[in-house]
C-alpha cells in the first residue's frame, strides 16, 4: 500500500469539502461547515490564495488532506507553518498516513526556513494528542497549541 501526498488542485475541491465535513462530523461541529464548493476552490486556489492544500492518497484513492498557511513570529523573526486541518478517514489511520502528511509538512515548514510548525487540537481528543506526542510534538499549555521547532523539527522533517 503506497500513501502519496499531493497539492491540492481546483478538481479536488468537492473531496476537500466532503472531508471538511467528516472532520466537523468527529469534531460534532457539523452545524458549523458553511463552507461550500466555490468558497474552497476561491480560497485555496484562486491567484494569491494565502492557504494551501495537500491530498493524502493511498493506493491512489483520497484518504485525506491537509490545509496550511504561513505565519509569522515577531519573537523568532521569522514566517511559521500552521496546520488548520489535517483529516485522515476513520478507516484509514493507524497505518502511518497521518504521519507522513505530517512530515510532508514538516519538510514544506523546513524548506521554507519556518521557524515553527504549530496546530490546534481540541482538548477532549485524546487519539490525536497522543499520536502528537508520540511525534515529538510540545503542548503550549497556555495556548492549547502543539508545536514542533528546532532539532524537533529538523528530526521530524528528516524522518
Not at 472531508?19 to 463552507?35: K, P, Q, S
Not at 504521519?99 to 481528543?125: M, P, Q, Y
Amino acid at each position: 500500500m503506497t500513501i502519496e501526498i499531493r497539492p491540492a488542485t481546483p478538481s479536488d475541491a468537492p473531496q476537500i469539502l466532503g472531508f471538511i465535513t467528516e472532520l466537523a462530523d468527529y469534531e460534532r461541529a457539523r452545524h458549523e461547515v458553511i463552507a461550500s464548493v466555490a468558497d474552497i476552490e476561491r480560497s485555496l486556489f484562486n491567484e494569491g490564495a494565502t492557504a494551501h492544500g495537500l491530498i493524502c492518497l493511498r493506493d491512489g484513492s483520497p484518504i485525506g488532506f491537509a490545509v496550511f498557511f504561513f505565519s509569522y513570529s515577531t519573537w523568532l523573526g521569522s514566517n511559521c507553518l500552521y496546520l488548520e486541518d489535517l483529516y485522515i478517514t476513520p478507516q484509514q489511520r493507524g497505518g502511518g498516513a497521518g504521519k507522513t502528511l505530517l512530515r510532508h509538512l514538516a519538510k514544506i515548514a523546513c524548506a521554507n526556513d519556518c521557524g515553527r510548525f504549530e496546530w490546534s487540537v481540541l482538548d477532549w481528543n485524546k487519539p490525536a494528542i497522543e499520536f502528537y506526542k508520540s511525534l515529538g510534538a510540545q503542548p503550549q499549555e497556555e495556548w492549547v497549541r502543539y508545536r514542533m521547532d528546532g532539532a524537533v523539527l529538523r528530526e521530524f522533517a528528516e524522518g
